[in-house]
T-cell receptor, first 111, second 109 residues
Framework: DVKVTQSSRYLVKRTGEKVFLECVQD?????MFWYRQDPGLGLRLIYF???????EKGDIPEGYSVSREKKERFSLILESASTNQTSMYLC??????????FGQGTRLTVV | DAKTTQPNSMESNEEEPVHLPCNHS???????IHWYRQLPSQGPEYVIH???SNVNNRMASLAIAEDRKSSTLILHRATLRDAAVYYC??????????FGTGTSLTVIP
């Protein structure tokens, strides 16, 4: 069974903390994505990566960075967490269209 | 990037067909049309995709307008397990997936 695993389902962090969200896929996919999902706004693309050490900005990269040192792992980093980054974060991977596989999501609360 | 427009919500009776519309008037010639759905407390999952021709799979059918400016996802017999948010997405050649707000489908027993 194909799998995209996000390290935590729920996280609570304090304002100003550095936060790491980890995502691992076992399908040898080249492409990996980070989205955030907020009520009324749908899923918005933060960053994506099409190869190791490669990254591209999505629609809302401000306040985030990413790291892809190995093909199977894509990390989202909040350098200094703020309350407006409270959200559901979804990681996905794909070999290309048509199909992307999503993780279960990490619900991050910044207090 | 081309975007899509979907109704915010729809209802269907159980065991009846459901037609979920999507408008994508700015679609480019290389954009594939994808549908995903998101069940409660889960990440989105792939449903179906197409380029120009209508498509069928075990989950659904996809009807694409001749001018490709709209498409319809067809669930032939809605079940309670089909209650979800359905996203119509266009993918560009960069292998990116841009989601909108989707259609929340309620299935009435």
């Amino acid at each position: 069974d194909v799998k995209v695993t996000q390290s935590s389902r729920y996280l609570v962090k304090r304002t100003g903390e550095k936060v790491f969200l980890e995502c691992v896929q076992d399908m040898d996919h080249e492409n990996m994505f980070w989205y955030r999902q907020d009520p009324g706004l749908g899923l918005r693309l933060i960053y994506f990566s099409y190869d190791v050490k490669m990254k591209e900005k999505g629609d809302i990269p401000e306040g985030y960075s990413v790291s892809r040192e190995k093909k199977e792992r894509f990390s989202l980093i909040l350098e200094s967490a703020s309350t407006n980054q409270t959200s559901m974060y979804l990681c996905a991977s794909s070999r290309g269209p048509p199909e992307a596989f999503f993780g279960q999501g990490t619900r991050l609360t910044v207090v | 990037d081309a975007k899509t427009t979907q109704p915010n919500s729809m209802e269907s009776n159980e065991e009846e067909p459901v037609h979920l519309p999507c408008n994508h008037s700015t679609i480019s010639g290389t954009d594939y049309i994808h549908w995903y759905r998101q069940l409660p407390s889960q990440g989105p999952e792939y449903v179906i995709h197409g380029l120009t021709s209508n498509v069928n799979n075990r989950m659904a059918s996809l009807a694409i307008a001749e001018d490709r400016k709209s498409s319809t996802l067809i669930l032939h017999r809605a079940t309670l397990r089909d209650a979800a948010v359905y996203y119509c997405i266009l993918s560009n050649t960069g292998n990116q997936f841009y989601f909108g707000t989707g259609t929340s489908l309620t299935v009435i027993p």
